[in-house]
């Protein structure tokens, strides 16, 4: 997630803003930011590609800018490759109003194609200038009205922070699905989206609601709601350290992520349904080539990886065409068969991944479509695929990915949906119910969350076992596969995740007094065949944990020595859900053993180098 600070009192407000900003930055950036004015310096905007310390220095630390209202931003880009045009603050044409904005402006082509027929001209790739340029063509000299008009157009998620020349003794904020945080001082006020930028100059803030408008002034803050009522918001007293303030209290950067999917699977979902139909941009297959489509190749490593296994049920189920999961560390070597009518679906959180890149260039060199998920715009593997869907998870800190595999595997659910209603190999009835079940996915994901001290208590009994088994059948394996990955790599505990049906075929052997088994038991139609696995295990000393749905909890209880218990939902959608409690459980093992959660050992974030 983007970062945004804005300030107005009497000090310089550019030194502020810099600062501010750089106690975002742990939220990754590809690009930074300010706008100040000063009254003989007019509006200055400076913005850089790159890390803060680029701005800085084009701006003597903020010595180079004079004025005491500001605002300041460090952006993740989503719309438009990471370059100085495209970071923020937008600015409008007139250069009168400056913009930063965290979210995503869902109808940001419709108000573009609107301003460009009355002659406005963009300079940038991103949906905030239509925002700025929004501004600008309602502005007729009373802000307020402007920006209450503009917002009457804006359908999305969005915290924006505006600066207006012809009104430089106010700032204003407006909040929609994207955290915003008012910072109040003596002298001066402030706008954040995070408290960190604001703990070093005041500890009391308030935290705007969605709809609401804050209008900043020295000496105060005025909140509005949609309808421009006075609304009285509370004032709260911080008490964090600013190191705790960072990961918005939680005390590890894991933790703060599990605990943002269900948000960042409603920003990766909510925008791309539209009346039970999958739209998504960067994305053009015509049914033609969609039934001539021989194989589905994915490529990918680690998580990513393991969101493909998921993704072979899914998408053959959906398609009835053949899907092969392929290592991307083994692609180059081992004779693909490809053909033109091959699709190679390649996976990367940061579109870095050295193997999955030079995998994509082989495929592509065979001849296959190359259609991309990834996390980062403007990233290699984003430019070079033929196509490519970004998640929008905003960046991840820790190590140990959560939010980036959860997003991942909502885009491929979009896909296979995408795909199957265009081929028609799902009915409208059930294309509408999978894309309905896909909308309620984030509400289910709050209801598991909300059970996290349940495996919290699970953990506590199982963190001191030395080897630890994961078993399932068809998408539970796969899910499996992620869970045992998530344990191994952050709680330094062996672990394999096996096929169920495969223990017999000498796994079984390793199975002794005491060994601690996790047995997925969501996919219902193998239920009573995983529980006969469960049994196996059992008759030979193996303690059992269970994970399966709510309605199968209190049979799968009768065997297993502890059940997790998820909601259900669709089938096909069920992996999304069974991953968190794996996820929770890996955490909480690992910190009961008091390992470095955020970054483990011998791991990278980003693997560049074979």
């Excluded at 800018?65 to 923020?88: F, I, K, M, Q, Y």
């Excluded at 070597?333 to 030079?358: F, H, M, R, W």
């Excluded at 309620?440 to 076992?465: I, T």
């Amino acid at each position: 997630m983007c970062g945004i600070v804005g300030f107005i009192g009497a000090e310089e407000a550019a030194p502020i803003l810099l600062d501010g900003l750089s106690r975002l930055e742990y939220r990754g950036y590809d690009s930074a930011g300010v706008a100040v004015y000063g009254e003989g310096c007019g509006l200055q905007v400076v913005k850089a590609k790159g890390r803060l310390k680029v701005l800085e220095e084009l701006t003597q630390n903020g010595r180079a800018l004079h004025g005491a209202a500001g605002v300041g931003h460090t952006r993740w880009a989503t719309h438009g490759e990471p370059s100085d045009v495209n970071s923020h603050p937008q600015v409008s044409a007139d250069g009168r109003f400056a913009v930063v904005h965290n979210g995503i402006i869902e109808n940001y082509v419709e108000i573009k194609e609107f301003l460009q027929s009355k002659g406005v001209e963009f300079v940038s790739q991103t949906d905030t200038e239509v925002v700025a340029q929004l501004l600008e063509y309602y502005y007729k000299g009373g802000l307020l009205e402007a920006v209450g008009k503009t917002l009457e157009r804006l359908r999305g998620a969005y915290a924006l922070g505006i600066l207006c020349a012809d009104h430089p003794d106010m700032l204003i904020a407006v909040r929609q699905d994207s955290p915003l945080i008012v910072g109040r001082g003596e002298g001066f006020q402030m706008l954040a989206s995070d408290v960190t930028a604001v703990i070093k100059y005041t500890r009391e803030v308030s935290y705007l609601d969605d709809g609401e408008i804050a209008i900043l002034t020295r000496d105060g803050v005025e909140v509005m709601d949609r309808y421009h009522q006075r609304v009285d918001k509370p004032v709260s007293h911080v008490d964090w350290e600013i190191s705790a303030a960072e990961k918005g209290g939680y005390e590890h950067f894991m933790a703060k992520e599990i605990m943002e999917q269900p948000q960042a699977v409603r920003k990766t979902i909510s925008t791309r349904i539209r009346e039970g139909r999958v739209v998504m941009e960067g994305m053009e297959f015509s049914p033609a080539y969609l039934r001539d489509m021989d194989k589905l190749y994915i490529i990918a490593c680690g998580s990513s990886y393991h969101v493909g296994m998921v993704a072979k049920y899914v998408l053959e189920k959906l398609l009835r065409k053949p899907v092969e999961v392929t290592l991307a560390s083994e692609f180059r070597y081992c004779d693909p068969i490809v053909t033109k009518n091959t699709l190679a679906l390649v996976i990367s959180q940061s579109g870095e991944t050295i193997d999955t890149l030079a995998a994509m260039r082989e495929a592509k060199r065979l001849g296959a479509r190359v259609l991309a998920i990834v996390n980062v715009v403007g990233s290699t593997i984003a430019r070079e695929a033929d196509g490519v869907l970004y998640t929008w998870a905003g960046p991840e800190i820790a190590v140990a990915t959560t939010k980036a595999y959860s997003t991942q595997l909502a885009v491929v659910y979009l896909l296979g949906l995408s795909f199957a209603q265009t081929m028609g190999t799902v009915s409208e009835e059930e294309g509408a119910a999978l894309a309905e079940a896909l909308l309620a996915l984030p509400g289910k994901l709050e209801e598991v969350l909300e059970r996290r001290q349940d495996v919290q208590y699970f953990a506590s009994l199982c963190f001191n076992h030395p080897s630890i088994f994961f078993i399932g059948r068809n998408l539970d394996y796969a899910v499996g596969l992620e869970g045992s990955l998530k344990l191994k790599e952050i709680s330094y505990i062996h672990s394999e995740a096996y096929a169920a049906g495969e223990l017999k075929h000498g796994t079984i052997s390793l199975i002794e007094p005491g060994t601690l088994v996790v047995a997925l038991a969501s996919y219902s139609p193998l239920f009573e065949k995983l529980m006969s696995n469960v049994v196996e295990v059992k008759s030979r000393g193996a303690r059992v944990l269970g994970l399966t749905t709510a309605d199968l909890a209190e049979e799968m209880g009768k065997t297993a020595d502890y059940v997790i218990a998820v909601p259900r939902t669709h089938p096909l959608l069920q992996p999304s859900l069974d991953v968190v409690p794996l996820q929770l459980f890996a955490y909480y093992v690992a910190l009961q053993r008091g390992c470095d959660i955020d970054k483990p050992r011998n791991l990278a974030k980003s693997v560049t180098v074979e």
